[in-house]
């Protein structure tokens, strides 16, 4: 099929393999393809990543898609996507960071990059990892009053992630943005750091 619709394919499959990875098969109602199905994918998945002659951009979405239920070839796939020196490829390596754990330095450094979309995917991922070194990076974006929306939106999801007890301080003045997605961004993250808050004074009780 022509390059275009491979791509758009093999990144429509992603949501329904992490569904997939989440749930697990013990209950077959659960899930909305069976164990079988779901390997023929991720096989199928990887036999054409690794196929050098699969055309760069369904190796991509391909990558993109498949991370999303990780499995160990994804490590060195992020890895030479990552050091690759190829910003598409870059890009691809970062959003795939936000579900294979180990890459806390490259995400790192991808929060210095001047690429837009690499920044974006890297903010994402430190709070998906919880990355506290990010913090301080991470806290300025909050408060920088030119941050693009889509990376405040971001940010504001991250500061809730990394250091839930002061989420509440840093965030307060968003609470009443005119911005309706700000606001709700912005309360939304503070009401899930104060449950957060909550279960680690629990684990500390106990």
């Known amino acids: 099929e022509p390059q275009e619709l491979r791509a758009r394919a093999a990144i429509s499959l992603g949501p329904v393999l992490e569904r997939a990875d989440t749930d697990g098969f013990e209950d077959p ?3 909305p393809i069976n ?31 498949s991370v999303r239920a990780p499995e160990a070839w994804h490590q ?15 890009l691809t390596a970062v959003f795939s960071m936000h579900w294979v754990r180990g890459f ?14 690499i920044h974006l995917e890297a903010v994402i991922a430190a709070g998906n990892w ?18 693009p929306k889509p990376l405040l939106l971001a940010a504001i999801s991250a500061v809730g992630s990394i250091r839930p007890a002061e989420a509440g301080e840093i965030l307060a003045d968003l609470g009443d943005s005119d911005d309706e997605e700000i606001f709700e961004a912005a309360i939304e993250a503070m009401a899930q750091s104060e449950i957060d808050s909550g279960e680690e004074d629990d684990e500390e009780d106990e």
């Open 29 to 31: 109602d659960d899930v």
């Open 35 to 65: 164990e079988r199905t779901f390997r023929n994918i991720q096989d199928s998945m990887k036999k054409l990543y690794l196929d050098n002659s699969t055309p760069k951009e369904v190796r991509r979405r391909i990558l993109e898609a």
């Open 76 to 90: 060195n796939a992020i890895e030479n996507a990552y050091s690759s020196g190829d910003n598409e490829w870059m």
């Open 104 to 117: 806390d330095d490259q995400i790192l450094l991808a929060l210095k990059s001047d690429d837009p979309e």
């Open 130 to 147: 919880e990355l506290d070194a990010a913090w301080p990076h991470i806290v300025e974006l909050v408060k920088e009053a030119h941050t």
